[in-house]
């Protein structure tokens, strides 16, 4: 039978340089059981070391977590990279620090905690995470649905790190999967604004760097059960699964 579920599938932990240290694991799983989302996606910045101690920290509780990144492409564009398995998210982050450079200032940009799902760091990742690779966005693509991955435009209606930002406009051979809109333009107003792209689905995001910001936009997908492969078909509209935009 299929029903809504709650989707947030842009979760920063306090590994992204940018985001709140109170963002661990443990922290973060307990704010969205109380914002009541079903599914979200970690995805911090260039890196992937606090998803297994997030999937960790919901053990027993139901809210299904999907392993995920947020890399930025040779253009500056943010890519969400959203994956049904861990070995399939270490194997795109090998190439990720394989083609990132630079050392992280804390100073400036905050410390890169890694931290289990007991709260305990585990590590400090040193890492310019805050950087941009040197991959461009369509070898990026390709290699995400090589590993079968999900790729979705990050934050399209922003003025900075989005690929409408950045490069102009999205190409229609340009294979993503979703684009992300943010909750200051929404979905009416993003139908509307961009009717060119009419043939995407669009997702809404927190984009959460803070607890308090943790399911303030969501997603609201139909589908029979809170699974990889349900999201995939959602995203595709296939067989009655598709995205609520309300």
């Known amino acids: 039978m299929l029903k809504v579920f709650y989707c947030d599938f842009h979760i920063h932990t306090c590994l992204s340089p940018c985001a709140d240290l109170d963002m661990h694991p443990q922290a973060l799983v307990e704010k969205a059981l109380e914002a009541k989302l079903d599914i979200i996606a970690i995805c911090d910045h260039n890196s992937s070391e606090n998803v297994p101690y997030v999937i960790k920290a919901t053990k027993g509780k139901k809210l299904k977590i999907l392993p995920g990144m947020e890399i930025t492409t040779s253009e ?29 200032d804390e100073q400036k940009f905050g410390v890169q905690a890694i931290v289990n799902e007991k709260g305990e760091v585990e590590g400090i990742n040193d890492k310019l995470l805050i950087g941009a690779t040197d991959l461009p966005l369509n070898e990026l693509l390709n290699y995400l649905h090589e590993l079968n991955g999900l790729a979705i435009a990050a934050h399209i209606d922003r003025e900075s ?10 190409d229609e051979k340009t294979n993503f999967d979703a684009l992300e809109i943010t909750p200051a333009t929404g979905f009416t107003q993003a139908r509307v604004k961009y009717r060119e792209l009419a043939n995407y689905s669009f997702i809404m995001s927190s984009d959460a760097h803070y607890l308090k910001d943790i399911g303030r936009a969501a997603t609201k997908i139909v589908l029979e059960e809170p699974t990889f492969a349900e999201l995939k078909m959602a995203f595709a509209k296939q067989n009655g699964r598709h995205i609520l935009e309300q």
């Open 76 to 104: 500056e564009v943010h890519l969400l990279a959203i994956f049904n398995s861990l070995s399939d998210l270490a194997k795109l982050q090998v190439l990720v620090y394989q083609h990132l450079a630079g050392i992280n």
């Open 161 to 170: 790190f989005s690929v409408l930002s950045q490069l102009g406009f999205i």
